[in-house]
């Protein structure tokens, strides 16, 4: 299985703030990566395919880079509604296998 | 966009079976891939498996092959996951997600299942 470790698994930050999450493949997964945002009993929600691609509704804070092993999901200006836990995913190879998740808090 | 919905929440003994379904509409099956994802209270996000309906193909993660079965029926659109041998740390909400255009990535997803094996 490809593992995908991410960092850091919580960072406090505040609103307007900057917040730059990574994610690395135990091997090339070309760009086949997604992030995802979940928020308390809630379904995750994606937010980036394909490393970079914006999903359809999603803000334009958001954005991703990266290819092959490591990855990074950047949020430019921190807005209320983004304080939630963000995991990555590979979709490059069986079994598709997520990132523990980075949770986003409020400092 | 394609909505799923989901069968409600399961209590289930250890060494049983619990069955979830996920109905789909708004879209049809054509095409596309019901995958299933499980989450353990506090904890991260497993990819089970998944099933494209229209050639009846399914896939599954080695660590649950031989305990679960994805199926679909599409006369009704839906999808249903099986899981046997059902222990303790198999308490977990499962959703069903359906996976992009572009592709295996999940941008449809259900509103999960609760399932709790307890004694």
């Known amino acids: 299985d490809i593992q995908m470790t991410q960092s850091p698994s919580s960072v406090s930050a505040s609103v307007g703030d900057r917040v730059t999450i990574t994610c690395r493949a135990s091997q090339g997964i070309d760009s086949e990566l997604a992030w995802y945002q979940q928020k308390p009993g809630k379904a995750p929600k994606l937010l980036i395919y394909?490393?970079?691609s914006l999903q359809s509704g999603v803000p334009s804070r958001f954005s991703g880079s990266g290819s092959g092993t490591d990855f990074t999901l950047t949020i430019s200006s921190l807005q209320p509604g983004d304080f939630a836990t963000y995991y990555c995913?590979?979709?490059?190879?069986?079994?598709?296998?997520f990132g523990l998740g980075s949770k986003v808090e409020i400092k | 966009q394609v909505q799923l919905v989901q069968s409600g929440t399961e209590v289930k003994k250890p060494g049983s079976s619990v069955n979830v379904s996920c109905k789909a509409s708004?879209?049809?099956?054509?095409?596309?891939?019901i995958n299933w994802v499980r989450q353990a209270p506090g904890q991260g996000l497993e990819w089970m498996g998944r099933i494209i309906p229209i050639v009846d193909i399914a896939n599954y993660a080695p660590k649950f092959l031989g305990r679960v079965t994805i199926t679909a029926d599409k006369s009704t659109t839906t999808a249903y996951m099986e899981l046997s041998s059902l222990r303790s740390e198999d308490t977990a909400v499962y959703y069903c997600?359906?996976?992009?255009?572009?592709?295996?990535?999940?941008?449809?997803w259900g509103q999960g299942t609760l399932v709790t094996v307890s004694s």
């Open positions: 394909t490393a970079s």
């Open positions: 995913q590979q979709a490059n190879s069986f079994p598709y296998t």
């Open positions: 708004g879209d049809t099956f054509s095409g596309y891939s």
């Open positions: 997600a359906r996976d992009h255009d572009d592709g295996n990535y999940f941008d449809s």
